[in-house]
């Protein structure tokens, strides 16, 4: 293949990899398409036509480009974000034997500040679940969701993934109720259910499940919409933001994982250890966890100010 052709192929050739082999997202492919064009559109300007012209000078001024002052230029997320995609790209070439050396090992993306989580107050909290009170059928059920994500920390993609079968296990809907978990990379965790969560979802699991059920085609899923469907990710997202708005809570700072961001400070700051939250979260490093060690130590910081006749000097 000639110059930037034999590159474009290796792309492709990537992109195909990523697709078949590593079973990766539409959109986590158009990402990595979109990084890597930007990358062959950098070497195509400085005449690099082929892969083995490629050595680390090369892959660092193109690091260094993309921060470079000027209308193009990337915050330091999105650099690193490029940077992996590139990093990745040259790892596979050597991996193919389609290159002799991977000149993007030594470049390293740029450290990021760890940003804090933002989690709720627990008066928030109690805010929201109220927001959700009455018989309505779907209010039953929004009481039912909230209440299990915050019990038990679970992203949204796990709870909406749950079945009728899930909760009817034996000892779940029993105090303390263990409820088994299918998190990310397939890994099962148990979560723990408190009593309230138990109550709401046995609630909505017999007095509203089965006439929602009723219009759909006999899903095995837990959380159904009015349709009788499985209730989507979306849908629950609208669900929370609407709670948020009846509580007088800005909609702009409540999601699925500010929640989980709530469960695991307010766990942390009632004294329970971080390798027990670790678990029940299901982070994989203890060292993700620790983040909200951070934000505990904060409110600590805060709480002993205001509190201490002697904190600041008169």
């Known amino acids: 293949a000639d110059g930037m ?16 082999e590593r079973r990766r997202s539409p959109h986590t492919l158009a990402a990595y398409g979109r990084d890597l064009e930007r990358y062959g559109a950098y070497l195509a300007d400085r005449g690099v036509t082929s892969a083995a012209e490629i050595d680390e000078a090369v892959v660092r001024d193109f690091a260094k480009s993309l921060s470079a002052p000027g209308p193009e230029a990337l915050a330091a ?15 596979f ?20 500040p760890r940003r804090l989580p933002k989690a709720l107050g627990v008066g928030d909290v109690a805010a929201l679940l109220a927001a959700c009170g009455g018989d309505e059928p779907d209010a039953m059920r929004d009481r039912a969701l909230l209440e299990l994500l915050y019990a038990t920390g679970m992203r949204i993609s796990e709870a909406v993934a749950l079945d009728v079968d899930d909760v009817l296990a034996p000892g779940v809907l029993e105090p303390p109720g263990l409820l088994r978990v299918i998190g990310k990379g397939s890994k099962q965790r148990q979560v723990v259910l408190g009593e309230e969560a138990q109550q709401a979802v046995q609630q909505y699991l017999v007095r509203v499940r089965p006439g929602f059920a ?18 989507s990710r979306q849908h629950a997202w609208l669900i929370l933001r609407a709670a948020a708005e009846r509580a007088g809570i800005n909609p702009e700072q409540v999601s699925p994982h500010v929640l989980r961001h709530s469960f695991a400070t307010h766990l942390l700051t009632g004294g329970a250890d971080v390798r027990i939250v670790q678990e029940l979260l299901g982070h994989a490093s203890v060292a993700t966890t620790q983040i909200y060690t951070k934000v505990t130590i904060d409110t600590l910081r805060e709480v002993y100010l205001e509190a201490h006749p002697r904190a600041r000097g008169r």
């Open 77 to 91: 997320s999105s650099v690193a974000r490029v940077l992996s995609s590139v990093r990745s790209f040259h790892r």
């Open 214 to 231: 009723a219009y759909g085609r006999g899903t095995p899923a837990l959380f159904l919409g009015v349709r009788g469907g499985r209730l």
């Open 93 to 112: 070439l050597l991996d193919e034997g389609l290159t002799e050396q991977d000149p993007a090992r030594a470049v390293t993306p740029p450290k990021l």
């Open 5 to 20: 052709a034999e590159i474009d192929q290796q792309r492709t050739l990537y992109l195909q990899h990523l697709r078949v």
